[in-house]
């Protein structure tokens, strides 16, 4: 059985200068520490990130019905709809069990669906999704239509970007779905892998990307030549055009234009780059696209399909 996504849909915050982040208190890096990662401006958001994954959800009720839901949020204030930080006394626990993907259900009229909440991807969360929608179709008896959505906002109380790992964050919800209809893209392979650390030395990251890659297209029987576009997170240039390198893919096919515009969204990175290629006439079809996805916590995802 094939399994297909498509309808992709983002929503980022109000562009701002990495100028004006500093100035406004957002970051602890200077604009020209910031510039040198890679950053020109990022997205800061006035919607709580559940209102972001709402307006977002609107996007996909012309295609109901839709049988699952898969969302994800790696902040904690993001998993929880309410604020119990706002009474001053002890209550009830509903509050503080107030799940994003029930509110999202019943506030789109979304009926009959099984959903599932992620969270301690980090900035992978799209891509577990998305994995488990697909093993999901792929045991499906009948015909099944998934939503995956994610969706953030930097806590009021944080720093948008982390020095440390030369990042620079943006707000954004972003989502797609999953089907076993066809769709706009064809998924011909996928490869996961948890490392379970903290913090990964950038080499040992570096060669556990390469055999991941090594393995979806052996699984797909796809040469790296082969590979039309190639779409990573909106972070560190240098690791990406090291990783093609060892791959032997052409370095043409990787592109970091949207890195200075809406720096690092997330796993939104995926959804907007995805978009932006095609309002550029980067995708054709019957050619093979790679995606990277990367997540605190050491989650490695790799996406192999077709566009249709």
């Given amino acids: 059985m094939n399994v297909y996504f498509g309808h992709p849909h983002y929503i980022l915050g109000r562009s701002h200068t990495v100028e004006e982040l500093y100035e406004q208190g957002f970051t602890v ?3 020209h520490e910031l510039g040198s990662f890679g950053f020109e401006r990022n997205a800061v958001s006035e919607m ?11 996007h996909f009720l012309p295609h109901t019905p839709i049988h699952e839901m898969y969302y994800d949020a790696c ?3 993001n998993l929880n709809v309410s604020d119990p930080s706002q009474y001053d006394e002890r209550v009830l626990m509903k509050h503080f069990m107030d799940y994003p993907a029930m509110n999202l259900c019943n506030d789109l009229g979304l009926t009959g669906l099984k959903y599932y909440g992620l969270s301690q991807q980090g900035c992978s969360g799209l891509f577990g999704c998305i994995e488990l929608a697909r093993r999901s179709m792929l045991c499906a008896d009948a015909p099944r239509k998934a939503l995956c959505i994610t969706s953030e906002k930097v806590p009021n ?6 020095p440390e790992q030369r990042l620079l964050h943006s707000d954004a919800a972003s989502g797609c779905l999953v089907s076993t209809e066809a769709m706009s893209y064809k998924i011909i392979g996928t490869a996961s892998l948890s490392m379970t650390k903290r913090n990964v030395k950038m080499l040992e990251l570096l060669l556990a990307f390469v055999s991941l890659t ?4 052996q699984q797909a029987n796809v040469p790296s030549e082969k590979i039309e576009n190639i779409f990573c997170p909106n972070f560190w240039p240098d690791f990406w055009a090291r990783l093609l390198s060892l791959i032997k893919a052409d370095p043409r096919v990787l592109q970091f234009d949207n890195m200075h515009a809406s720096a690092h969204a997330f796993s ?6 995805l978009s932006k290629r095609e309002l550029n006439g980067l995708l054709h079809s019957g050619y093979t696209q790679l995606v990277y996805g990367y997540g605190y916590g050491s989650h490695l995802y790799c996406l ?3 566009k249709m």
């Fill in 157 to 162: 109380n944080c720093f948008y970007d982390r």
């Fill in 268 to 273: 939104s990175d995926f959804i907007i780059n």
């Fill in 29 to 31: 890096s200077t604009p």
């Fill in 75 to 77: 902040f904690t204030e």
């Fill in 304 to 306: 192999l399909f077709e």
């Fill in 214 to 217: 090594k393995q979806v297209l």
């Fill in 48 to 58: 709580s990130a559940y209102e972001l994954a709402k307006a977002v959800g609107k």
